[in-house]
């Protein structure tokens, strides 16, 4: 994947987060601020305006712009969270023009390290990281085995899918759903549902 073929991904992303805005409140209403679906889709359509021009700069550049526009748009959790995400795997991919498997990879490693830092949590919490977790492992012994991206993907999706299905299980321990306690079981995080959007679009574009 190349810059440009990066751009159109993104801006994919945001189409499939507007697609779901809806919903995504909708999960966001019922155990946190209720804001999640309409923060993410403000955030993507600045990211598409700031993208703008940008097809001939290095991937690292994209990533690292995209995650900025997140940070300084959304409120709430997810704008800091996706935007560090997306930051740290743009300094891991400084200087590259082109994106492999491997550095998809890469850029989830990093992903996850930032969110992990800055929400200071861990798997297991009702958070987003219950579908990135699962699905980088996944996406890890897939391509270990030796399969072709297309399925390495599906098998990160088939994963944060599960993943989402997880939280539906667990008592919330971070952020304003934790004050739910016991009652937060029984309901999907809507981070985790929004990473395994984007994911299910990248898959797709594959």
Known sequence: MNS??????????????EEEKDFLTMLDNIIGDGDHGINMARGFHAVDEKLKGLEDRDIGTILRTAGMALVSNVGGASGPLYGTALMKAGMAMADKTELDMQDFLSCMDEAISGVQARGKAQQGEKTMLDAMIPAQQAMRQAFSGGLDNRAV????????????????????????ASYLGERSIGYQDPGATSFTDILEVIAQSV
Do not use: H, M, P, S
């Open 4 to 17: 440009a073929e990066l751009i159109e991904v993104i801006k994919a992303i945001g189409i499939r987060i």
């Open 153 to 176: 993907l599906a098998a990160g999706v088939k994963a944060a899918q599960e993943g989402v299905e997880y939280t539906k299980t667990i008592i919330a321990t971070k952020g304003r």
